[in-house]
């Protein structure tokens, strides 16, 4: 028999039980649709990762302290970085909240008092306006930059391209408590064209914003940072000040209870982290990180390899486990071919009788069936793929609103290739005990089976 009769009789087969193939076929579908839509989200997510982090990033080391009275002055920022040579620039940072009341409702704002050189160790470009002087971060200026995000979020271009503030007065108590209460998710901000963008963000140098009942001058629209919220962050505008503006108006204190260091060689950051760690404990006279009477953390440094390779460690536990969810999915899928597989051979005994009678060889029948195994586990194996690209997109959508990313499905050909094989594998597996016992059949006593 031929390649092409053997595949036209296969057809033949597989058509005349439409609604069987359809259903045993199903456990396949699962399985692959698994698979591939579970290794194009992780895939995705890492490679957005990689690219938001890059190699600068990849240098950065986060202290926290938890406790107050441990926060950092600016001589122990001077001193840690005389003692560790390998910090290139070691940097305090404050954060603070306001809440802006503009004409679509509240937005919370998030504020954070930045030092000289936090902007490019984050890698965030400036692309309106100007950063910092260096005498408004030492005098502590009323002076703000926000992201290219937060600016459509508090201006708007009236019909004619001219700049029109959303911002109304201060915020009533109740829509602070709404703003807060509000599930954090990608806010919808108005589409606007490239230029249009550029327009605004060049017009909004020099406007005012009131934080704290103080107004603050933007002089600088920085590039929206693409770092994952891993939570539900809300409806936020993301603002800069210099670090002594946030410490005077704001938190009312000189210290600070995060920092950032940056490392000068990426080699050095797990010699560097760990250094650090030990500095700190020998500063505040800490036996160890959790040293604290009630035993939480006292201290957490951190840094954004560590982080990264965490993640990418989690994702590929994740990866294991719906692996194994897939696999066992696959192997009900497979034992369910090879019952198809066997009742076919139960209801075409005569028929493979008669072909024996013919002339049919042991191994024509044997890739008949094998054939026809092979086909509906590649067929559910394709199903399954289409079905995997589309999840894979919907829930990387929904991953950009909840990490405030944008994330794409990395669909690769290993991934493909992943899929033809195992399909393939499983239709040579499951069918190889129906099509060799098809086979076996005695043409005699198969011509006389009722």
């Known amino acids: 028999m031929n390649v092409r009769d053997l595949c036209l009789e296969t057809w033949e087969a597989l058509k005349a039980n439409k609604g069987r193939s359809i259903l045993t076929i199903l456990g396949i579908v699962i399985g692959i649709t698994a698979v591939i839509s579970m290794t194009s989200l992780i895939g995705g997510i890492q490679n957005t990762l990689s690219s938001s982090l890059g190699l600068e990033r990849s240098k950065l080391i986060y202290v926290t302290m938890y406790q107050d009275k441990?926060?950092?002055?600016?001589?122990?920022?001077?001193?840690?970085?005389?003692?560790?040579?390998?910090?290139?620039?070691?940097?305090?940072?404050?954060?603070?909240?306001?809440?802006?009341?503009?004409?679509?409702?509240?937005?919370?704002?998030?504020?954070?008092?930045?030092?000289?050189?936090?902007?490019?160790?984050?890698?965030?470009?400036?692309?309106?306006?100007?950063?910092?002087?260096?005498s408004q971060y030492a005098e502590g200026s009323d002076v703000i930059m926000l992201d290219k995000t937060s600016v459509k979020e508090l201006f708007e271009l009236n019909s004619e391209g001219v700049i029109h503030s959303k911002i109304s007065a201060s915020a009533t108590k109740q829509e602070v408590q709404e703003a807060d209460s509000k599930p954090k998710g990608n806010s919808s901000t108005p589409s606007l064209s490239a230029q249009e963008e550029k327009s605004l963000c060049e017009q909004a140098i020099g406007k005012t914003i009131r934080l704290k009942g103080r107004p603050y001058t933007i002089v600088g629209i920085a590039e929206s940072a693409n770092m994952p919220s891993l939570g539900f962050a809300g409806k936020t505008v993301q603002l800069f000040t210099p670090l002594k503006t946030l410490q005077m108006r704001m938190s009312h204190s000189m210290s600070c209870t995060e920092l950032l260091g940056v490392v000068d060689d990426k080699n050095k950051v797990e010699e560097t982290e760990k250094r650090?760690?030990?500095?700190?404990?020998?500063?505040?006279?800490?036996?160890?990180?959790?040293?604290?009477?009630?035993?939480?953390?006292?201290?957490?440094?951190?840094?954004?390899?560590?982080?990264?390779?965490?993640?990418?460690?989690?994702?590929?536990?994740?990866?294991?486990?719906?692996?194994?969810?897939?696999?066992?999915?696959?192997?009900?899928?497979?034992?369910?071919?090879?019952?198809?597989?066997?009742?076919?051979?139960?209801?075409?005994?005569?028929?493979?009788?008669l072909r024996k009678a013919l002339g049919a060889k042991r191994h024509d029948i044997t890739k008949q069936f094998l054939l026809e195994s092979v086909c509906l586990c590649v067929t559910g194996g394709i199903i399954g793929m289409l079905l995997g690209f589309l999840c894979a997109q919907g829930l990387a959508v929904l991953v950009s609103m909840f990490m405030q990313m944008h994330v794409n499905a990395a669909i690769d050909a290993k991934s493909v290739g992943l899929a033809v094989g195992i399909c393939v594998c499983i239709g040579i597996i499951f069918g190889f005990y129906p099509a060799r016992r098809a086979a076996m059949l005695d043409p005699v006593e198969s011509l006389h089976y009722q």
């Open 70 to 134: 441990d926060s950092w002055s600016e001589a122990d920022i001077t001193k840690i970085k005389s003692d560790i040579p390998t910090y290139r620039d070691f940097m305090g940072v404050a954060m603070a909240s306001d809440t802006i009341s503009v004409s679509t409702g509240a937005v919370n704002a998030q504020v954070t008092g930045i030092s000289k050189g936090y902007l490019s160790a984050q890698g965030i470009e400036i692309i309106a306006g100007s950063s910092f002087a260096n």
């Open 276 to 353: 650090t760690k030990e500095w700190i404990s020998s500063r505040f006279n800490y036996k160890s990180d959790k040293d604290a009477p009630n035993k939480m953390p006292n201290f957490a440094v951190q840094s954004v390899e560590g982080v990264t390779k965490g993640f990418n460690s989690f994702m590929s536990g994740f990866q294991m486990m719906v692996g194994c969810i897939a696999g066992i999915s696959l192997l009900v899928g497979g034992i369910g071919i090879m019952n198809m597989m066997l009742t076919n051979v139960s209801e075409r005994i005569r028929e493979i009788g």
